[in-house]
């Protein structure tokens, strides 16, 4: 799927709309650009005020896009063809799949509030689409949720698509906080109070991490035979080369590159994404300490959308299930796991 394009076709009014919103985008692009390039002066600030501002006006662009398709469909509803109708409402709900997976990729470098605006403003269309799918096709009501379906395997086959926007090569995570290089260690961090917006879990051998509090951006690279417990990430979890590994995970978006025999205990609002991985198995998120309501609602992740059992293997590309990775059997499961105040 194409972030900046939310639409694939339709009607020749669809495609003029179509056409006007990329050019747009592209114009956005182009401004963008060229203020960095005029601009000599590349500090860390500035750099990080040009991001924000232009994910900001790429943002409010697509909302505007969705909402007005959404005014279009229930206006020209009553002289729709059925099929249009649900044509219609699958491209909004891919827009909107589009916007939040923008919203988590670039929730790096984004202010927590700007986060957390954003994802209610997501949160919020997604609402209008349900509200609209229910006026408009109340025998079978459209959800927005992606579900598992046998028997419609081709409708899946778009969504394992490679995303352009999720690439932990462009991610800058050399500086940011963290921990690096221990063995057999245990190793504890609250966020609570603290400005961090991004963390790191690198080069690490047999050690327990306790995570608590909530961050924008968390990091793993290379870790072999850990057990990871994490709370609440507002944006999105990037990981790379784990084996042997226990992790319990709450974010918007995951994606995990090289995993080998782990277990991942997820809340997450999007489908996982997996890539050059196997024996990868999947549960629900198990984590509780105490303020952990508090956080996940704070990082936009109170409701169970049970995404976790939904994996999307982005280098299998056949519409039968991947055999690289397999929901975890309840009988093998951890109990919940309850961190101390002390973490």
């Known amino acids: 799927m194409e972030d900046d394009d939310p639409i694939h076709g339709g009607s020749a009014i669809d495609q003029a709309l179509q056409k006007k919103h990329h050019d747009m985008l592209e114009r956005l692009s ?156 245990t190793l504890v961090k609250s966020f609570r109070g603290s400005s961090i917006g991004e963390f790191t879990l690198s080069d690490l051998d047999s050690c327990e991490v306790k995570l608590t509090g909530t961050v924008n951006a968390l990091f793993l690279h290379r870790l072999k035979n850990c057990k990871v417990y994490t709370g609440p990430v507002i944006g999105s979890v990037l990981i790379d ?22 277990d991942f205990y997820l809340r997450v609002r999007s489908r996982p994404i997996i890539e050059d991985s196997n024996g990868v198995r999947f549960a629900p998120y198990c984590l509780d300490y105490e303020g952990i309501e508090q956080d996940l609602k704070t990082a936009g992740l109170e409701e169970e959308t049970k995404s976790w059992a939904n994996v999307d293997d982005f280098l299998w590309l056949r519409a039968v299930q991947s055999p690289n990775w397999s929901v975890l059997p309840e009988e093998e499961r951890l109990s919940p796991v309850s961190l101390s105040g002390d973490s």
């Open 30 to 185: 182009a401004r963008h650009q060229t203020r960095k390039s005029d601009s000599p002066d590349s500090s860390s600030s500035s750099s990080s005020f040009e991001s924000t501002s232009s994910f900001l006006a790429r943002f409010a662009d697509s909302k505007r896009f969705i909402e007005s398709r959404i005014g279009e469909l229930r206006l020209g509803s009553s002289s729709e063809d059925p099929s249009n109708i649900k044509s219609g409402l699958a491209e909004i709900s891919s827009a909107i799949e589009n916007l939040e997976k923008l919203v988590a990729a670039n929730s790096y470098f984004l202010p927590s509030y700007e986060v957390r605006s954003s994802l209610k403003a997501v949160s919020d269309l997604k609402q209008s689409l349900d509200i609209l799918s229910g006026e408009l096709v109340p025998k079978k009501k459209f959800s927005f949720k992606s579900k598992s379906s046998s028997t419609k395997p081709e409708s899946k086959l778009p969504e394992i698509h490679k995303p352009d926007f999720v690439s932990p090569l462009k991610v800058p995570v050399r500086d940011s906080p963290g921990f690096r290089n221990k063995h057999g260690e």
């Open 241 to 262: 080369d784990v084996e042997d590994c226990v992790l319990v995970l709450a974010s918007h978006q995951i994606r995990i590159h090289c995993a080998r025999k782990s």
